[in-house]
């Protein structure tokens, strides 16, 4: 059976908050796997992405086009009250059906974008900061997929890069980073 896209983002967050708490503010201009992000326009981005994508579970229109400044005050313990309701929103019925979103897209398609982001990025932050990460192999599963067929029209809009080239014997996460266009065995440089 399918699983609900609220179970998955709440396993997703799970193993996300930690890395994102775990950011020192000393961390904050390090370079990312994202080329055109450092941590703290990532972690702006990421936001971003979690509270649009509450409106899009709400089918309410969203403005990807500004990335506010979120990384003020407390923001270690918005991320989190954040995603609580991300997976709220997608919790409540009705929400993976029908379509949602500028693209008119399927819900359940939109949900397994928002999901994708979660996890990728959170393996970002843990690249560029040092951190552990490891995703829920449930996620895994699910999103591997979803994102394979949505590479192609990722691509055109510039989300995500050419595939990166893995080995056969390159785990299921590692090929999801590399559909995306990452090197799964990025790291850090020194001083960056």
């Given at each position: ?97 029908g379509t949602t979103g500028q693209m008119g897209l ?87």
């Open positions: 059976m399918t699983q609900k896209i609220s179970a998955l983002l709440e396993a997703a967050a799970g193993r996300a908050l930690p890395v994102v708490r775990g950011i020192d503010d000393g961390q904050l201009d390090r370079r990312t796997p994202c080329a055109q992000y450092d941590v703290r326009a990532l972690l702006n981005h990421l936001f971003l992405v979690v509270v649009n994508f509450q409106a899009l579970a709400a089918r309410e229109e969203v403005d990807f086009g500004q990335e506010p400044e979120f990384v003020t005050g407390d923001w270690r313990g918005r991320f989190g009250a954040e995603t609580a309701r991300l997976v709220e929103a997608w919790s409540v019925p009705g929400a993976e059906e399927p819900a359940r398609t939109v949900g397994l974008m928002v999901l994708g982001d979660l996890t990728v990025h959170a393996w970002d932050l843990a690249r560029a900061t040092g951190a552990e990460f490891v995703p829920d192999p449930e996620v895994v599963e699910e999103v591997g997929p979803g994102l394979a067929a949505l590479a192609p029209q990722a691509r055109e809009m510039k989300v995500f890069g050419e595939p990166f080239p893995v080995g056969e014997g390159a785990t299921a996460f590692e090929r999801v980073l590399a559909v995306t266009g990452r090197d799964p065995g990025w790291s850090r440089p020194a001083g960056g």
